[in-house]
């Protein structure tokens, strides 16, 4: 199996990131270097930390309940909800 390298994604764990090593290239084409990426639906970043996944997990349930309660201008916690256009 031949790997692509312009799907192929590169982070740096550790302490190596504070002197990044040289870029990798596959076939002479370079490999994009990230900070975060999304696996397999979990959002990985090179501190290993979880506020970036649970950052996105409570944006997406928010706007669920959004369009679920656009009938009302106020959730169960009298928190005021922005009404989103694309429900």
Known sequence: MAINSKKTKEMILGTASKSPPPLLTISNSP???????KLLG?????????????????SKVAS??????????????DVPTRRSKKC
């Open 64 to 77: 669920m309940w959004e369009c679920s309660s656009a009938e009302t201008s106020v959730n169960h916690y």
């Open 42 to 58: 979990i959002n990985i970043c090179n501190d290993l930390g979880w506020d970036v996944h649970v950052d996105a997990l409570c």
């Open 31 to 37: 490999v994009e270097r990230v900070a975060c990426f």
